[in-house]
């Protein structure tokens, strides 16, 4: 069974930066997973960030984000990282990794089956 475990969170100033990590244990390396992680702002629906496919690491990116957040991953430590550059208020949110074992598009909620528990992020302006 897949365990996700996030950190990295907290409060930053607009400009400023912040890397999130998400440790997992229990995957199975087939090259069908992917890795996502999805963000929650108060009164709004979880939404796609960043996605990364196992076997080519393949990166997708919202829009919103694109040219600001890097998504990568650290195979020896089995862990993947979200870095957030030029940091916006508007990205102020709950940020979630998931894991997928194949199936389904690399945005959508759907495709991923184990979610971590969410990581506190806060940009003040």
């Known amino acids: 069974q897949v365990h996700l475990v996030e950190s990295g969170g907290g409060l930053v100033q607009a400009g400023g930066s912040l890397r999130l990590s998400c440790a997992a244990s229990?995957?199975?390396?087939?090259?069908?997973?992917?890795m996502g992680w999805f963000r929650q702002a108060p009164g709004k629906e979880r939404e796609f960030v960043a996605a990364?496919?196992?076997?080519?690491?393949?990166?997708y990116y919202a829009d919103s984000v694109k040219g600001r957040f890097t998504m990568f991953r650290d195979n020896a430590n089995d862990t993947e990282y979200l870095q957030m550059n030029s940091l916006k208020p508007e990205d102020t949110a709950v940020y979630y990794c998931?894991?997928?074992?194949?199936?389904?598009?690399?945005?959508?909620?759907?495709?991923?089956?184990?979610w971590g528990q969410g990581t506190q992020v806060t940009v003040s302006s």
């Open positions: 229990g995957r199975t390396f087939s090259v069908f997973e992917k």
């Open positions: 990364i496919t196992w076997s080519g690491g393949r990166r």
């Open positions: 998931a894991y997928s074992a194949g199936g389904g598009t690399y945005n959508s909620r759907l495709a991923y089956s184990t």
